[in-house]
């Protein structure tokens, strides 16, 4: 066996446990499916290994031309982060209820795939989220936060015209119905303006299930509009050195809302993509194993099966650091109208403080909205998959450093 293709775990002590599902007579709850272990536990396991699984690669080519040619020890955030947008992009083209099949080919799944291959002309590699990570002040190898991930990628979705998403982060813990819809809602003769026709399937709707409409593909019918599917992120802090308790089943109810793209965050450069709950423990996929770089070869044709996983790991959520990232998707206007109904129920506790704010209108004393999604909010010198060469040398995880403050 050729030691240089042996993947690397890179697992820390006492954070992660990576064991099957139970076999018990309780739900695990993934990414707004409830399943019971003793009745539905194969179709957990088939839900979490439909999930796109993106680790630590090593041997692509150099970023930026002279930049490291391995993420490990500084590219889990940014593993995360396209882990929870290629969920996304599969909701949008092939619906939350799309389960892998190594031996069935599927353009749209592999189209979806390449667009995450460690190379520059891949339009989320981790060469372009970490080159277009300069411009929120991250130099190439420098451990990324749960927001600066989330603007990156906000960024990078421009470039995606097939998939023709918004992406919205929000600012100060607050959602802008105004700001979503300014975004979202476009002309009919706009160039960009069509729905995939794939529906967004029913939701698999189970007793206690939180926001239970049904989730099929429609066309905006306000006047001349039309909706164009969003991609909400929710940078958050809910705690200041550790996760405040009153937050807790707030958290775990996000994961029960059928929109859910799940969480991005973990603990200080040691980030996790969250994708559930069990118990009290978090159901996450763990980008800390160090894999070869993959190529398709000259037919277009992927090993895919190292992007995907068995069996998720699961943490104490009390081991949660509090800077966290939540991701939501809506394929149509009524299904953001949904979720502002039913996520009243996850952020509110008795007398306590939100989690985050709706709210109809911008507030006074902010600036006005600027969407961010169209080419002119970039000045880049060259073409996307032509950034300046930028070499620095790689900050790993072990320097300490901390997730951003919100």
Partial sequence: MDVANVACVTYESGMVAIIDFPHEDKPVWILGKQYNLRRERQEAQSDVRSRLWVSYRKGFAHIGGTGPTSDQGWGCMLRCGQMMLAQALICRHLGRDWRWN?????????????????????????????????GEGKSIGQWFGPNTVSQVLKKLSVFDEWSNIGVHVALDNTIVKDDIRTLCLQCNN??????????????????????GASCESASASSGQRSWRPLVLLIPLRLGLN???????????RCFMLRHSLGVIGGKPNHAHYFIGFLDDELVYLDPHTTQPCIHDDKWGNIPDDSYHCEQASRMKIQN?????????????EEDFEDWCVDV??????KDLGPMFELTEHRPSHWPPFASGQDMESFQLPLDITELDDIGVEPRYDSEDEEFELL
């Fill in 242 to 252: 550790e996760i405040n308790n009153v937050y807790i089943e707030r958290l775990k």
């Fill in 102 to 134: 190594p031996d069935k080919e599927d353009a749209k799944y592999i189209k979806i795939l390449k667009m995450f291959l460690d190379r520059k002309d891949s339009c989320y590699s981790i060469q372009q989220i970490a080159q277009m990570g300069v």
């Fill in 320 to 332: 949660l650091d509090p800077s966290i990232a939540l991701g939501f998707y809506f394929h149509t």
């Fill in 344 to 349: 009243q129920k996850v952020i509110y506790e």
């Fill in 190 to 211: 706009s160039s960009n303006s069509s729905i995939s026709s794939t529906p967004n399937p029913n939701p698999h709707t189970l007793n206690g299930s939180i926001g």
